[in-house]
């Protein structure tokens, strides 16, 4: 957009001098509008948005410096100076993201052609110039504020959108494929590191009966309780997955078998002491998994992660067991 409006500016400075009030021989007219394509060239390759908003406004510096000096000494300079000058920051008002650029863009174009005016204008044209002016720059805030709303609620559904592709909408942990990619990156930079890394399966016991007795919302409210301990009890690097209906996963990188089998006791414990269903406390079944080393994808330690909460589940429920197959 801003090599757009750079191209605009070269486009009104010709016409300006189209309109005949520049002093110098024909083949010097156009000289000034040499750099100006220079910079909006410069600001195609330019990258970053500051020094893209900086080169921007070097043209726009650059145009007002020849409006003033195409104008001095002509008062017939002044009639096409002043419109022309106060229309560009209405039709670069949109261009400018950052609120600094604008203002610093609405200041430059805005009070350009003011030297030139003061030296010369009479008092009507400098009055002209005032409301001009104020015209220009209300027009042009107007039309930034718009803008900016519309960039700032286009951001804010982007962020949404992202959001609940990521996260599930009910308990706030990892949606199942983010988890699973997510994990699946820890797992290969562990790998890499030669450092453990475990998994837990978690699925809540006798979950049916919340919803066959009290209705789906009651499982729901059980499940968001169920999230917010798990999270609680986890530390920062570790990740939460809802891998299924009532089914969670969590990676535990950086430790072994043993201490993931400690840090899940006490979840179970916490899910135990504090997570009420309506017909009593709530228990969770866990299986945990260690990763075999490289070559292992996080499905693979999922699968057996997931065989030894079968386990769990078919020896009694409320427990955690470890996979101890051999590698
Ligand atoms: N309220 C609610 N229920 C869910 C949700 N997702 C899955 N379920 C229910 O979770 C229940 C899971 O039941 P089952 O797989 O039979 O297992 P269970 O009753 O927990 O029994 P065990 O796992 O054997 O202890 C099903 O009734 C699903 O409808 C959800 O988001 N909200």
Same mark, same amino acid.
């Given at each position: 957009m801003i090599p757009l409006s750079l191209l605009a500016t070269v486009t009104v400075y010709i016409t300006a001098v189209e309109a005949d009030a520049? $002093? %110098?021989p024909p083949v010097l007219?156009? #000289? !000034? #509008?040499l750099p100006l394509l220079l910079l909006a060239l410069l600001a195609g390759r330019t990258k970053g948005p500051v020094s893209l908003s900086v080169v921007a406004l070097c043209a726009v510096l650059f145009t007002e410096v020849t409006i003033n000096f195409a104008g001095i =000494? %002509? $008062?017939?300079g002044l009639t096409w100076a002043m419109p022309g000058s106060l229309l560009l920051p209405v039709v670069t008002s949109?261009?400018? !993201?950052a609120r600094w650029s604008f203002l610093t863009a609405m200041a430059l174009t805005a009070f350009g052609p003011l030297p030139m005016l003061l030296m010369q204008g009479s008092e009507l044209q400098q009055l002209q110039f005032a409301v001009y002016m104020s015209v220009a720059v209300t027009l042009s805030a107007m039309m930034h504020a718009v803008m900016e709303h519309t960039s700032r609620r286009q951001l804010q559904l982007e962020l949404q959108l992202r959001e609940q592709a990521t996260f599930? =909408? %009910?308990? =706030?942990v990892l949606l199942r494929n983010r988890f699973l990619d997510a994990a699946q990156r820890v797992l290969e930079e562990h790998h890499a590191q030669r450092t453990p890394v475990c998994v837990a399966y978690l699925d809540a016991d006798r979950f049916k009966r919340i919803n066959d007795h009290y209705g789906h919302s009651a499982g729901d409210a059980v499940l968001i309780g169920l999230a917010d301990v798990l999270r609680a009890h986890v530390r920062a690097h570790d990740l939460i997955g809802r891998v299924g209906g009532e089914e969670f996963a969590i990676l535990l990188p950086d430790i072994d078998l043993a201490a993931a089998q400690y840090r899940m006791e006490t979840v179970r414990r916490a899910v135990r002491l504090m997570v009420q269903r309506p017909d009593g406390p709530m228990t969770i079944s866990i299986g945990i998994a260690q990763s075999r080393g490289p070559g292992e994808t996080i499905d693979a330690l999922l699968v057996r992660a997931d065989q030894a909460m079968r386990q769990a589940k078919e020896t009694g429920r409320d427990r955690a067991v470890l996979d101890t197959t051999l590698s």
């Open positions: 520049w $002093t %110098l007219r156009f #000289a !000034p #509008a =000494g %002509l $008062t017939e949109v261009f400018w !993201p599930d =909408g %009910l308990t =706030g």
